[in-house]
């Protein structure tokens, strides 16, 4: 079965830029959705197919897909995107999830 | 507005029967693929399965097909999660989610809030 490599945790410093990875066999075939999830909160959808924002996701996030790698980049990170991101595709008519990465706001 | 709004939590022994429920609203409940994801403790996202509740075509993950069933009742915007016999090992939190057809690789873009069950003799 087809599986996404996330790393656990990402960290970095307020107003810098957090780039979060998510691996897979040819990953970059595929269409990548990434979803935050804060604490105790549903999760929200921030990307979609590989690099479009939601109505209402601010510029600040950005993807990418390419290769074996698809990239989730947050810029001038704020504290309230301290949370877990999940990177998301379909494989064969299944959903598949990353592992999720915690991102930490130092 | 769209809304998923789940059931209440859970806590079930083993061996127990249960049903999550998942009432959708601000959109036409038939005409968009809903479906369900787990959350084990300390765990990442699995997709379970999905329907589509205009008729009832249901697609399960090979992971939990057989061992849930997802239904929906069109005329009260409801989706459902279902087993018969719980394990303690179905403890997690369940979202259900709406499909979004933007691309022939959708995402979920609304999620409920999501439920804890609790599974323990």
């Known amino acids: 079965s087809y599986a996404l490599t996330q790393p656990l945790s990402v960290s970095v410093a307020l107003g810098q830029t957090a780039i979060i990875t998510c691996g897979g066999n040819?990953?970059?075939?595929?269409?990548v959705h990434w979803y935050q999830r804060r604490p105790g909160q549903a999760p929200v959808l921030v990307i979609y197919?590989?690099?479009n924002r939601p109505s209402g996701i601010p510029e600040r996030f950005s993807g990418s897909n390419s290769g074996n790698t698809a990239t989730l980049t947050i810029s001038r990170v704020q504290v309230g995107d301290e949370a877990d991101y999940f990177c998301?595709?379909?494989?064969?008519?299944?959903?598949?999830f990353g592992g999720g990465t915690q991102l930490t706001v130092l | 507005e769209v809304q998923l709004v789940q059931s209440g939590a859970e806590v079930k022994k083993p061996g127990e029967s249960l049903i999550l429920s998942c009432k959708a609203s601000g959109y036409d409940f038939s005409s968009y693929w809903i479906g369900w994801v787990r959350q084990m403790p300390g765990k990442g996202l699995e997709w379970m399965g999905i329907?589509?509740?205009?008729?009832?075509?249901?697609r399960y993950s090979p992971s939990f097909q057989g061992q849930v069933n997802i239904s929906a009742d069109k005329s009260i915007s409801t989706a459902y999660l279902q087993w018969t016999s719980l394990k303690a090992s179905d403890t997690a939190i369940y979202y259900c989610?709406?499909?979004?057809?933007?691309?022939?690789?959708?995402?979920?873009?609304?999620w409920g809030q999501g439920t804890l069950v609790t599974v323990s003799s």
């Open positions: 998301h595709v379909w494989d064969s008519g299944t959903g598949v």
């Open positions: 989610v709406r499909r979004w057809e933007v691309s022939n690789s959708p995402p979920f873009d609304f």
């Open positions: 197919n590989d690099a």
């Open positions: 040819n990953i970059g075939g595929k269409l």
């Open positions: 329907i589509y509740p205009s008729d009832s075509d249901t």
